[in-house]
């Protein structure tokens, strides 16, 4: 017997992430939203629940809060497992950049691929909306100059082109 979720949500107040690129934003403020993104996919990730479009329209910033918003998408592992067994295909879907390159090239969506949104979105927030890759499809990783090279490292682990090195949420 297949079961569903159901999230019951209150309106929220808040700018999305893709409206806060426009503005110039500092190193301190950047970790903050990437902390808030985390701690929200780390919540999901432990109820084995995966977002798979947690793109930078549906990051809600409030203040110092972050809420990650609409789970269209989202899928328990029980479903991806099942999915697996019957050998469905996945449908892809999201916004291209934050789309995981396994995901893309047809691979089965995992955590990992939460995590590759959350690495583009820090991406988004420090190159005000824009973002490049170079011929090979790989994200160039350099920031602005006013980044640290700490950050642009910890995006760099979260944007590992193989899911399996790539920077995961403890368990």
């Known amino acids: 017997m297949v079961k569903f979720l159901k999230f019951k949500s209150s309106y929220l107040k808040g700018v999305t992430l893709d409206k806060k690129c426009a503005e110039e934003v500092n190193e301190l403020a950047v970790w903050r939203v990437l902390r808030g ?3 929200g996919l780390l919540a999901l990730h432990r109820y084995h629940i995966y ?3 947690p793109h930078s329209n549906n990051i809600l910033i409030n203040d110092n809060n972050v809420k990650i918003i609409d789970f269209d998408h989202s899928k328990t592992y029980f ?3 099942m999915m697996e067994e019957r050998k469905e295909k996945n449908s ?5 950049d934050f789309i ?3 995901v893309a090239c047809g691979g089965i969506y995992r955590p990992a691929a939460d995590i590759w949104a ?3 979105n820090g ?3 420090c190159k005000h909306g824009k973002f490049s890759f170079d011929v090979r499809g790989n994200p160039e990783l350099q920031l602005p100059a006013q980044y640290s090279p700490q950050l642009e490292g910890f995006l760099g682990e ?3 082109m193989n899911y399996k090195d790539r920077r995961m949420l403890p368990n």
């Open 158 to 160: 979260m944007l590992n």
């Open 51 to 53: 977002h798979f479009d």
């Open 79 to 81: 479903m991806l497992e």
């Open 92 to 96: 892809i879907f999201g916004i291209n």
């Open 123 to 125: 991406m988004y927030l």
């Open 100 to 102: 995981a390159p396994e």
């Open 118 to 120: 959350a690495g583009m």
């Open 37 to 39: 993104i985390l701690k």
